[in-house]
């Protein structure tokens, strides 16, 4: 269903899914900075439990990604899943604003996840049914800018809310919950979706990888090896405090990768639509591997600054244009299916990651958990260099994927 109407030149779906996560990320962002900060300083917590955490919330939730992409493309609904998905995440704020131990923290990102997992799938196959192909790229990194612009309004709003409150983060919590009441009523109200037939294929579709072709899997495959060493936001937030960044100002640094990661989300897309999805791909990877070898070596304040504003483009050069180019190479009937394998493969890839880079910057030194993301997305890079040769016409002597 390609809907012409709305503002920025996409349909209603397209941008009222934009808002959806507008709001949510305020939601989000409004707590996340300051989770390791709660954590570490309140609840006295060392960075390993910190990374089990953040490893064993994204990566157990992320299983529900999968599922919940099969099962949105076998009933063909979309939206009521959407619902769910935000409802549970909103009404896991109180978790957190009552916790008085790891465990609760632990707790409430594990449900905050699991609404995500829910929501995920059937919100990315929303947004590739209501937009033309030639769009794609795009209709994503407008739906990233809108994400990011809620992850730049989210940390703003806990900086000044820190300082009215002095340092009170519980209240924050709890505050946090009004935003994500918004995005719920945002879908129910204004999202449409049409009943459409099921076709066979759809209705009778298992749970595997055998209706998606070698170039599906290969990209699955390079995207999990780039999340193994992508350890989860909280060590960079962790990196800067300790590298002198004050508590209270963590949020403004966080509020400008987050600034950044938005201004860059749209232009990158329409990059990615003109230029090719492949080196827009390619050029994230590679410079993912360069910041993260800065935080490794980084031996100052400023050098943070730095080094987060050149993440914040990394997000916007990648985040919504590997979903668009997922969405060039998935068939038409398992749309969700291929994101929720997607999202479960590269979330599933979290909870290594964050475990390894907790234990790396206890056992090791902090410089180690970011010299091992560094190695393995320049080992992605590689392996994404290698696709894009073999995904070529096939040629004498030469491959296809």
């Known amino acids: 269903m390609k809907q012409k109407n709305g503002i920025f030149a996409f349909g209603r779906n397209v941008t009222v899914t934009g808002f959806v996560s507008l709001f949510m990320d305020i939601s989000s962002e409004m707590i996340y900075p300051l989770v390791p900060l709660f954590l570490a300083n309140v609840l006295g917590v060392n960075k390993s439990l910190i990374g089990l955490i953040e490893g ?35 009404l896991s704020r109180p978790i957190l604003a009552l916790a008085a131990g790891w465990h609760q923290v632990m707790g409430f990102r594990f449900v905050d996840r699991f609404g995500k997992g829910i929501r995920t799938a059937p919100r990315d196959a929303i947004v590739v049914e209501s937009t033309d192909k030639t769009h794609l790229g795009r209709a994503f990194g407008f739906q990233r800018a809108m994400d990011t612009l809620g992850a730049v309004i989210g940390p703003a709003l806990a900086f000044f809310l820190l300082g009215i409150f002095s340092n009170g983060y519980r209240i924050i919590f709890w505050l946090s919950i009004i935003p994500g009441i918004c995005a719920v009523l945002l879908i129910i109200f204004f999202i449409s979706e049409k009943k459409r037939a099921l076709s066979l294929e759809s209705k009778t579709l298992k749970l595997s990888m055998q209706q998606f072709d070698g170039r599906f899997k290969a990209f699955v495959l390079i995207a999990t090896v780039f999340a193994v060493g992508n350890s989860s936001d909280v060590f960079l937030i962790l990196r800067a405090q300790q590298l002198g960044i004050p508590a209270l100002t963590i949020p403004v640094v966080y509020l400008m990768f987050n600034v950044i990661y938005s201004l860059s989300s749209l232009p990158a897309g329409m990059a990615a639509d003109r230029f090719g999805k492949r080196r827009v791909i390619l050029l994230g990877f590679i410079l993912f591997s360069l910041v993260y070898y800065g935080f490794a070596v980084a031996g100052n304040s400023t050098a943070i600054w730095v080094l987060f504003a050149f993440y914040g483009v990394f997000m916007g050069l990648t985040e919504g244009v590997q979903k668009a180019f997922l969405a060039d190479i998935i068939p038409a009937d398992f749309k969700a299916t291929a994101f929720g394998i997607y999202n479960t493969a590269v979330g599933l890839a979290m909870f290594p990651a964050s475990l390894i880079g907790g234990l790396l910057w206890d056992r090791v030194s902090p410089a180690a958990t970011f010299y091992y993301g560094s190695v393995t997305a320049a080992t992605s890079a590689l392996l994404f260099i290698i696709f894009i040769l073999c995904d070529r016409p096939a040629k004498p002597g030469g491959c296809r994927i």
């Open 56 to 90: 064993i919330a994204e990566s157990t939730a992320s299983l529900l990604k999968v599922f919940s992409g099969w099962f949105s493309d076998r009933i063909g609904n979309r939206k009521w899943l959407m619902v769910l998905g935000y409802g549970i995440s909103t």
